[in-house]
DNA sequence: CAGATATTGTTACATTAGTAAACAGTATTG
DNA sequence: CAATACTGTTTACTAATGTAACAATATCTG
């Protein structure tokens, strides 16, 4: 019942058989990975993705970019403030709606976009050099497929 | 829109592509709905995979269990008072090394391990539901592998 | 053997992420 | 017009994570 094996890797444990427990350590290595050879400059992974969003569609709304990015929209306002604050956005009256701020990238916030870009481009490929292309290609499908699949309900 | 690095070729939907962020989101939808199906009566996802593993291998010491999870040692503290507290686990003195705490699942814990991997085997199946059952194996054997590539150096 | 160096569990602190609730202003709906 | 829902925002709260130091103990090195 009990096991008093000595010390040894476990490789057969419970937990390693865990969807959860293997994308939270596969995660945390990407992360990880990415302070290291992004961040330390400038961006956070969160306020990466939000001016990723609002390069590739501008004009979305904060509600919009929450809700695709799956963040509250209180988090947001923060992370806006500071691209804005460092010129890299601009949140702008939307004509027909005056509650809500259409977000923009301004060219400094383009500019550096495409800079990160090419640096996560980079990482993530030396990362995932440990698997074959095959792999890497399959890797990324099934976590697209698996999101998908869940994405719907919570989502709106 | 002018770049300033050389274009590259620009893959789809940016970090849609990106491995970091679908890890994230897909791990976000398991640790939700973890949550909605285990944790509201127990144990946090870490507490769970500690408890997992003293029951597993009786005996690690707190600074093997931090090693094995990849966690510090500090937020294991916390931890093992929590499920010391509950009667769940104890910490014993080592033979050897009077530095070290032997970490032992007692018989509730066992009983509520058992119980909990129950419900956790459930709620992954059911995720695990969109996906067909050869593409479930790839995706657990693919985040292995990417970890088992990566964890060698930090590991220790 | 002694002194330097490492390791163990622990505490304290800072930083952050994420959650939740509420708010005023605005839009929409019936 | 009244009720309801949505926008951005603020605030507070929890939980997670990282960092650094600590005393006690172990190990290594010369």
Not at 17 to 43: F, H, P, T, W
Not at 80 to 95: H, K, Q, Y
Not at 131 to 142: C, F, G, I, R, W
């Amino acid at each position: 019942m009990v096991k008093a094996h000595p010390a040894l890797l476990v490789e057969e444990s419970d937990i390693e058989c865990l969807l959860g427990y293997n994308l939270k350590r596969a995660y945390m290595i990407v992360r990880d990975d990415y302070r290291k050879q992004v961040e330390q400059s400038v961006l956070s992974p969160r306020a990466f993705s939000v001016l990723t969003l609002i390069v590739e569609s501008s004009g979305l709304t904060q509600s919009a970019v929450a809700r695709q990015l799956g963040i509250e929209r209180s988090g947001l306002v923060a992370i806006i403030d500071d691209l804005e604050a460092r010129g890299l956005a601009e949140r702008r009256a939307v004509p027909g709606d005056r509650r809500a701020q259409a977000l923009m990238a301004t060219e400094a916030g383009h500019d550096l976009h495409a800079q990160i870009l090419a640096r996560v481009h980079a990482h993530e490929r030396a990362l995932l050099a440990s698997l074959d292309p095959a792999e890497q290609a399959q890797l990324l499908t099934l976590l697209r497929k698996f999101r998908s699949a869940h994405e719907r309900d919570e989502a709106q």
